[in-house]
């Protein structure tokens, strides 16, 4: 019993997620990521192949043609090297810049809105001899199930993605061939053709193997944020209440209700009875309803408790079991009564008011 209560056997709970998603444990698939990341890499190049290959052809251009070494002073070699700092600000920043944005972009999508600030937090006890310790054996473990099953997927990675890179190449070995003997700039463009198919099946397989480990990742998260029964229970405590507290406040709700109700007794027109087992309480105010209302109401011992406060102040108590069980039934408590009773109470009203002045 002690075992299958320990058990993590249930789906994590909206609240667990939400917990998890603040601490920074999200599902990631870096292989996912590097994919796309890799892709936009490469789709970048293609955008600004060009404009680098331009930007090179006048950095060589402006050395060469500027190539003195007598004038070159050891005193001033930031000066020197200034142009090239200046060409290679052109040609690689707007490339870096708009990767980082991209890569920002991709792992967002992967693993939502985090801001996870416990990550953030520097520990001195990942520092400790012991935890280094730990997490050197746990790395370098090969019996570790979880090092075994990422060592398996990198081999696996690597036997795939090399495996598309030569098929694209081998598929095209006719015209590597071909190349002896042909002019620069044609070899050049074949060259480039193959080197293009090669990197698309490539990206094509990592992209694939992203997919594959997103969805291992997903399992594997969702495994690990389980909950036993009890973690369940404990949380739906945390969350609606202990039910014994809860039971307990509802019954001085209860209490306090009644007590209400009881107080509104000596201000009534009438008591109906049933002659026991029901009481209902009737007033009847025109400032305050177009009708009369139902102030109270009870069964058993409090239609006892009923017809004691209204004997005690000398309100009118009167027999009549279907019009009792009826506006017991149909009328909550500072109800007013439906029209389907409407002459039955009125009776009943017309009767006490006549008692009470023929008592006079």
Same mark, same amino acid.
């Given at each position: ?26 599902? #990631? ?7 796309? +990341? ?21 950095? *060589? ?70 935890? *280094? ?14 090092? *075994? ?19 694209? !190449? ?6 590597? !061939? ?5 002019? &620069? ?19 094509? $397989? ?7 480990? #997103? ?9 690990? !944020? ?29 209490? *306090? ?10 201000? $009534? ?16 105010? #025109? ?6 209302? +139902? ?21 009118? &108590? ?17 109800? !007013? ?10 009776? &009943? ?12």
């Amino acid at each position: 019993m002690g075992n299958e209560a320990a058990e993590k056997t249930e789906e994590a709970t909206s609240r667990r997620r939400t917990k998890e998603r603040e601490r920074g444990n999200v599902s #990631k698939s870096r292989d996912m990521d590097s994919a796309l +990341v890799m892709i936009a890499g490469i789709a970048l190049l293609g955008v600004f192949a060009k404009n680098m290959g331009q930007n090179i052809m006048n950095m *060589m251009r402006e050395t060469f043609s500027h190539l003195n070494p007598a004038g070159f002073e050891v005193d001033n070699v930031l000066g020197f090297l200034l142009p090239y700092f200046y060409y290679l600000g052109i040609i690689v920043l707007p490339f870096m810049v708009l990767l980082v944005i991209a890569a920002i972009f991709i792992i967002r999508f992967d693993v939502g809105h985090v801001f996870a600030l416990e990550k953030a937090k520097f520990n001195l006890e990942n520092l400790s001899p012991r935890k *280094m310790l730990q997490n050197a054996k746990r790395m370098f473990n090969p019996f570790e199930p979880r090092s *075994m099953v990422e060592f398996a997927k990198s081999i696996l990675k690597i036997v795939v993605v090399a495996a598309c890179g030569f098929s694209a !190449i081998n598929s095209r070995k006719g015209d590597l !061939i071909g190349l002896v003997g042909l002019e &620069i700039p044609i070899a050049l463009n074949i060259i480039v053709s193959i080197l293009i198919n090669m990197v698309i099946n490539m990206c094509l $397989a990592m992209l694939v193997l992203g997919y594959l480990d #997103k969805k291992y990742q997903n399992y594997e998260y969702e495994k690990s !944020i389980k909950m036993t029964k009890q973690e369940v229970k404990d949380e739906h405590k945390d969350t609606e209440g202990d039910p014994k507290i809860k039971a307990k406040i509802k019954s001085i709700q209860m209490q *306090m209700a009644r007590q209400r109700m009881m107080s509104s007794v000596p201000s $009534a027109d009438v008591v109906v009875t049933n002659p026991t087992h029901y009481a209902v309480a009737i007033k009847y105010d #025109k400032t305050k309803a177009p009708a009369p209302m +139902v102030v109270a109401k009870g069964v058993d011992y409090l239609a006892f408790q009923i017809r004691e406060i209204a004997k005690e102040n000398n309100v009118p &108590i009167v027999e009549n079991r279907p019009v009792a069980r009826a506006l017991y039934n149909t009328v909550p408590v500072d109800g !007013i009564i439906p029209s389907d009773l409407y002459v039955a109470v009125a009776e &009943i009203l017309a009767y006490v008011y006549r008692t009470k002045n023929e008592g006079k």
